[in-house]
């Protein structure tokens, strides 16, 4: 090999170096770039303060967690036995309706953050369907997150035990920035695992 020839592949493998770290970099992504997205509910558990565990949600339970991209979401789930308003309106139910509903649903929407470090995602509360939630700030610990499953507990829920969840991604990133996952039911959603009630 010339000299003209060795200087040259170490002039490229030497950019080459270089490069590798930024490249990874760029490649890696953040726990809130990994997060934004539509995430369906796999599983929800009560825990309860002496260890016991519940599913309020019972069979079947839908649920969604959106997250966007610039720190807002909203959260629906509930049960799928909710009882029809016999009286056909939404303002006239039953005093059993109303609280069955109210028991058996959970739907707010408002601001997140994430902390890297804690793996942390704190939501603050601007609507829901539970007054008492308005204003306040929920705190989930994240236990897992990969592509296809999100896995978090909150600690300290509206019914005063600790939830546990497991949601599966329906789409990436909302900004349409990242390929998107729809897939049919049970075919490598992306799942959410929460332990306590959301």
Request: charged share 25%; glycine share 8%; aromatic share 6%.
């Amino acid at each position: 090999m010339d000299r003209r020839t060795m200087l040259e592949t170490s002039a490229i493998s030497a950019l080459a170096l270089a490069m590798l770290p930024t490249t990874a970099r760029a490649q890696a992504k953040t726990m809130k770039e990994q997060i934004a997205g539509t995430w369906l509910l796999v599983s929800a558990l009560d825990v309860h303060p002496d260890g016991r565990t519940e599913n309020r949600w019972g069979p079947n339970a839908k649920g969604v967690f959106i997250f966007d991209g610039n720190g807002r979401f909203a959260q629906f789930l509930t049960r799928a036995d909710l009882p029809k308003f016999a009286a056909g309106a939404a303002d006239k139910g039953t005093a059993e309706e109303n609280k069955a509903v109210l028991a058996g649903m959970v739907a707010t929407f408002g601001t997140y953050t994430v902390d890297e470090t804690n793996k942390t995602l704190l939501t603050r509360v601007e609507g829901s369907i539970y007054p008492n939630n308005i204003g306040i700030e929920q705190k989930r610990v994240i236990s897992s997150l990969t592509a296809e499953e999100l896995k978090y507990t909150n600690p300290a829920t509206s019914f005063g035990a600790k939830a546990e969840a497991v949601e599966a991604v329906l789409t990436g990133d909302v900004s349409g920035s990242r390929s998107e996952r729809c897939r049919p039911p049970g075919r490598g959603r992306r799942n959410v695992r929460a332990h306590s009630r959301w």
